[in-house]
């Protein structure tokens, strides 16, 4: 998932899971894989999204080495989560064929269990991979991280390492063994399922009455610049961003958080790249600070996508304002739910839930770039 930002108090603070149960519901559980196996206790990784939940922790055996582990986690239904659906053996399995058609570093996942009655909701788990991320939280734009502190050649490697895991992803074609990730149904233009299921999406955070002009706005700016020639369709990432990404030496470890996974465009995941980037960036601007404004700009990344791919991406700024869309539909829910849980009050001004919304009305007239 896509973190928030700031400001901090939108981030959701719902978690009110007992880790002490869930331990000892979760060592129940791999006991039946694992044969009298312990599970130490739970560890939140500092940079959890808030999203799904993931807790780490450690398997010990009798005869065997103590094993580091990651179970990922639907996020409990009641506590009212940032999309609709959260298909855990759709990740499991996107995470299953990354590894096995591509070299890019993916955990190696385990076991997943589909079912409610172990933990309460459905779960997977995966090895642990130790790196480090670049923090959303505060973004790593505002400095004081070791990826804004790094020199700049380093994170130059870290820009050009990060575009290469898309060029690696984007040879897995649309059909085949990505082809389950295609909506059943779909009109045969995969930009266009894509869109599709974002206004679908849309619809859904919107179905209690309370709707954005600037997003309705977004999806008709969309439906007029919709590009020419269409370029064809790959699998995508989908949360294509530095921050779901483990590194080490500026280099990607593990590749992290499959849930927005799908086929379409490879401009949709290279957009979101640029995009979030961008997000971040366009934060530290307004509060007067210089941030990282050399590194993950669309040239950039269009010449290293060239250079790693061979495959000139078209119409960058088409699919960044569609990331900026698709950015400001989850902000637009985070806000709803941080209201919800009192942490936030709804602005006069719906479109003001969306933190960039200024930006992203820029973009829309033109005015952006
Ligand atoms: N396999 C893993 N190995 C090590 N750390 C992990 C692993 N999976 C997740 N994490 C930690 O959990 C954090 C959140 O994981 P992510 O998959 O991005 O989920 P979210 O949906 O919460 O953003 C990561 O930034 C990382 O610190
Ligand atoms: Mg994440």
């Known amino acids: 998932m896509t973190m928030g930002s700031e400001p901090v108090s939108e981030r959701p603070q719902t978690s009110t899971r007992d880790y002490d149960q869930l ?22 990784p500092e940079s959890n999204g808030m999203s799904s939940e993931t807790v780490l922790f450690d398997l010990s055996a009798p ?10 986690i639907a996020p409990d239904p009641a506590a009212d989560p940032v999309f609709p659906v ?55 734009t505002f400095g004081d991280n070791w990826f804004f502190d ?16 898309l060029a690696a992803l984007h040879e897995i074609p649309a059909e085949g063994p990505a082809a389950f990730l295609a909506p059943s149904g779909g009109s045969g233009d995969p ?3 894509h869109v599709d299921g974002q206004r679908r ?11 954005s002009p600037l997003i309705e706005r977004g999806f008709d700016w969309i439906d007029e610049h919709w590009p020419a020639g269409s370029g064809g369709a790959t699998f995508n990432w989908g ?22 996974a799908s086929v379409g465009p ?17 934060l530290v601007e307004d509060l007067g600070m210089p941030g990282m404004p050399h590194v993950f700009t669309r040239e950039t990344v269009t010449r290293l996508y060239e250079e790693a791919s061979g495959h000139s991406p078209q119409d960058l700024e088409f699919f960044c304002t569609y990331a900026a869309l698709r950015h400001g539909i989850v902000m637009f829910r985070i806000t709803r739910r941080a209201i919800r849980f009192g942490e936030a009050v709804m602005p006069v001004d719906p479109d003001e839930a969306i933190l960039h919304h200024a930006h992203l009305r820029r973009m829309l007239d033109g005015r952006y770039w």
Do not use: C, K
């Open 266 to 282: 490879r401009e949709i995941d290279l957009g979101w790249m640029v995009y979030l980037h961008r997000f971040f960036q366009d």
């Open 86 to 140: 959260y298909d855990m053996a759709r990740q499991f399995e996107t995470m299953r064929m990354v590894a096995r058609h591509t070299r890019v570093p993916v955990p190696e996942v385990l076991w997943l269990e589909e079912g409610d009655e172990a933990i309460g909701v459905p779960f997977f788990v995966m090895e642990r991979v130790d790196g480090v991320v670049p923090p959303d939280v505060l973004p790593y």
């Open 239 to 260: 949360d294509a961003r530095i921050g779901n990404m483990l590194f080490r030496d500026f280099t990607p470890v593990a590749v992290l958080d499959w849930e927005m």
């Open 63 to 72: 005869g065997s080495d103590t094993r580091r582990l990651v179970a990922r």
């Open 191 to 193: 930009l266009r399922d």
């Open 150 to 165: 790094a020199a700049p050649e380093d994170q130059h490697r870290l820009e050009r390492e990060a575009v290469r895991v």
């Open 23 to 44: 331990r000892d519901r979760l060592e129940a559980w791999v006991g039946g894989r694992v044969p009298g196996a312990t599970v130490s206790e739970l560890v939140v």
């Open 201 to 211: 999406y849309y619809e859904w955070v919107a179905r209690d009455g309370v709707r």
